[in-house]
């Protein structure tokens, strides 16, 4: 028996987990007591995860062998890597040639390796020449990158886990840590049976396993977290609650945005947010007046049209209470993919460049050049996750090369989606797994390593660098990411008469590159080494001369100044509203033991066990005055689409809301397209992310 250290692939807590296999087979799994993140302790879905890797799943789910489909609908058969890669490579450069290089598109995801990423996006803005380059972290956090952005200047969770412990008080804002973040969840119930007095704030239009925990639950309406922030920050004003010291001393901007929450009272956000005035003010006496506050929140404030003016409006509470830099106190964006964070310092994204630059700044432009030894990058922001599809919809991206992500089942306003897959003159999709929605579209099926399979790193979301290490060798003939870009980036480059310009023969290659793209910036890890992340264990950025646990600790931003921003947004309403004809609102959200789209928990039959099937939850109100009854079938109806699912009363849901779980599709309904099909593609003008927490339906018997 042989242990290997690596990291859990599912959420952004980032476990460490020690591996036991004999070098062929994957046995065992369990926590790494070593690593700051868990300290030994895995959720249910961890703890199951040899059970991904046993010989059945890998001999009948994964994907084994590179595969081809003659034409759409038929079934695939097998060719060679060799034949795949060759006729990959003719078919980019003919449509390269054809239309140029904006025609082809490269979803991939935030389950990918730092590495991974790293040669996507060589691939696309070295090699191929397109800017439209992006990820599924795009429906996951992009919100939280630019409000990091706006107000400190740098996107970069200012804090550390050690914070959880660390805090008076806690504010939950559009997170469920009890259910997607569970090992955090675990540390917050601790901290708080250690702590008398402790104070816990639960923001959130569902009452959750979290929620149940907490000393205040706001309820809110869904899609009014804003004007609930203004309203808390007036009651701070009005009560002289802020840290005047700290506003004069390390921001701008409070002016204006006093006179924006001059009109939200308490008692006007009470009423636009559905909740009691009274709790409102108590929830501000606490975050305000407590020695250290700290907030937790996910997709809730993210997955938003107004997304980044909702993490914008929860920091400016920290920076005008001064509950930032300190030990406890900080606005903390937790990531929900185990590498949303590495995708986001390699900027794998449209609207990013590595290492933190910017496509929107020339000199990030020349400094990408200059490192990469290309002149001829294509220096303009690409098309995001669902403006992306909308333009292969549209017939203006002609080929999709789509990595680790099921877009086909995960993102919103699914017809449009595959409609685009249908229109793509060439739809390449890299996974591991063969069953997805999104392999029922592709031309080629190219088989990726995968878990226990590949070597790289990833980042959690306190900014901990960890290592993910092989244990045994990949299933069947599938590769590692970077290995399988490499190869076709290659034939590309000699198809253009070119040297190659992604030659990396390692993920460690290819790591040391993106290390150096870091160098001077906000994330510099330029003192950081593989060596160390082996010997020392897992270590957060910025880390030059050591590790960093903790930003902003003087004072001063990452802004050029060096002074934080208030930001100063109106509230603004959900991009559809409710009406008669559709009066609920639905929000879509996460099972505790599932993962995202179920490619890899679905494999693992005991983690149906707290959930087996997909339900509407409705407040039993509501069924009552629609005259349905529990587990009858009921139409989910929207602007879109919709699905049949059986009904589920539930009073944690509030009246006149309804809940779907995000994971289902279309193969547990039993219908043409999963949940997605209600869901909107509206996003947020600034960080592009879709609204996939609020969409206006109708609930109707079938
Ligand atoms: Fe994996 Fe997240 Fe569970 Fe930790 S909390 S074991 S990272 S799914």
């Not at 928990?601 to 997909?614: K, N, T, W």
Request: contains cysteine.
């Amino acid at each position: 028996m042989r242990e290997t250290k690596s990291t859990c692939p599912y959420c952004g807590v980032g476990c460490g987990v020690v591996i036991e296999h004999d070098g062929a087979q994957i046995t065992g799994v369990r926590g790494d007591p070593d690593h700051p993140a868990n300290f030994g302790r895995l959720c249910t879905k961890g703890t199951n995860l040899h059970l991904t890797a046993t010989p059945v799943v890998l001999q009948h789910q994964r994907l084994r062998e590179p595969q081809k489909r003659e034409a759409r609908g038929m079934t695939p058969s097998a060719l060679t890597w060799d034949e795949a890669n060759r006729e990959i490579a003719d078919k980019l450069l003919a449509i390269r040639a054809a239309h140029g290089p904006d025609a082809i598109g490269i979803y991939i995801s935030g389950q990918l390796l730092t590495e991974d990423y790293h040669a996507f996006n060589k691939l696309a803005r070295a090699v191929i020449g397109t800017p439209h380059i992006d990820s599924n972290s795009r429906l996951c956090m992009s919100s939280a990158v630019v409000g990091y952005k706006q107000a400190l200047g740098a996107d970069a969770p200012p804090c550390s886990y050690e914070d959880i412990e660390a805090a008076d008080c806690v504010l939950v804002s559009g997170a469920n840590p009890a259910w997607a973040h569970p090992i955090l969840f675990r540390r917050l119930e601790a901290a708080r049976a250690a702590k008398p007095g402790h104070k816990l704030i639960v923001i959130d239009p569902r009452r959750t396993e979290t929620a149940e925990l907490a000393d205040l639950h706001l309820q809110i309406r869904p899609g009014t977290d804003v004007a609930l922030c203004h309203g808390l920050l007036h009651a701070i004003i009005w009560q002289g609650w802020t840290n005047d010291a700290f506003i004069a001393r390390s921001t701008d901007g409070f002016a204006a945005l006093k006179v924006l929450v001059r009109d939200w009272t308490p008692a006007r956000a009470a009423e636009v947010c559905g909740v009691k005035e009274a709790d409102l003010w108590l929830a501000a006496e606490w975050f305000a007046t407590s020695p250290a506050s700290l907030s937790l929140y996910c997709q809730g404030l993210n997955q938003s049209s107004s997304g980044t003016a909702k993490n914008t409006a929860l920091i400016n509470l920290h920076l005008a209470t001064g509950q930032i830099g300190r030990a406890g106190a900080a606005p903390f964006s937790l990531t929900g993919q185990p590498n949303a964070m590495g995708g986001r310092e390699s900027g794998g994204m449209a609207t990013l460049l590595p290492g933190h630059r910017d496509p929107g700044d020339a000199q990030d432009w020349a400094e990408m050049a200059a490192l990469w030894g290309v002149s001829d990058l294509p220096n303009r922001r690409g098309h995001t996750a669902v403006e992306m599809f909308e333009a292969a919809a549209r017939g203006e991206i002609k080929a999709l090369w789509i990595a680790c992500t099921n877009p086909a089942q995960s993102m919103p306003d699914q017809a449009t989606v595959r409609a685009a897959l249908e229109r793509c003159e060439l739809v390449i999709l890299q996974e591991a797994f063969a069953h997805t929605a999104t392999a029922r579209y592709a031309d080629y099926l190219l088989p990726a390593a995968t878990w226990g399979e590949k070597d790289g790193t990833v980042t959690n979301s306190e900014r901990r660098i960890s290592r993910v290490r092989a244990a045994i060798p990949p299933t069947g003939e599938a590769r590692a990411d970077w290995r399988i870009v490499r190869d076709i980036a290659a034939l590309i480059d000699a198809g253009l008469s070119r040297a190659p310009r992604l030659a990396a023969d390692s993920a460690e290659a290819l790591w040391l590159e993106h290390r150096e793209a870091t160098r001077g910036r906000d994330l510099d890890i330029t003192g950081l080494s593989w060596i160390t992340l082996d010997t020392e264990g897992p270590q957060q950025w910025p880390y030059v001369a050591g590790p960093t646990a903790r930003l902003y600790t003087d004072g001063r931003f990452a802004t050029a100044d060096g002074r934080a921003r208030f930001i100063t947004r109106p509230f603004q309403p959900t991009a559809e509203a409710t009406s008669p004809e559709l009066p609920f609102a639905l929000t879509t959200g996460r099972l505790r033991d599932q993962w995202h789209g179920m490619s890899r928990s679905g494999s693992v039959p005991r983690l149906f066990a707290h959930e087996g099937r997909p339900v509407v939850r409705l407040h039993p109100d509501d069924a009552t005055h629609l005259h349905l009854a529990d587990g009858q079938l009921v139409r989910v109806r929207s602007r879109r689409g919709d699905v049949v699912l059986p009904l589920k009363l539930d009073g944690n849901v509030a009246p006149t809301g309804a809940d779907i779980a995000m994971h289902w599709g279309d193969e547990f309904i039993g219908a043409q397209l999963g949940i997605n099909a209600v869901t909107q593609g509206a996003f947020c003008a600034d960080s592009k992310q879709p609204e996939l927490k609020f969409s206006a339906v109708a609930i109707e018997p079938v």
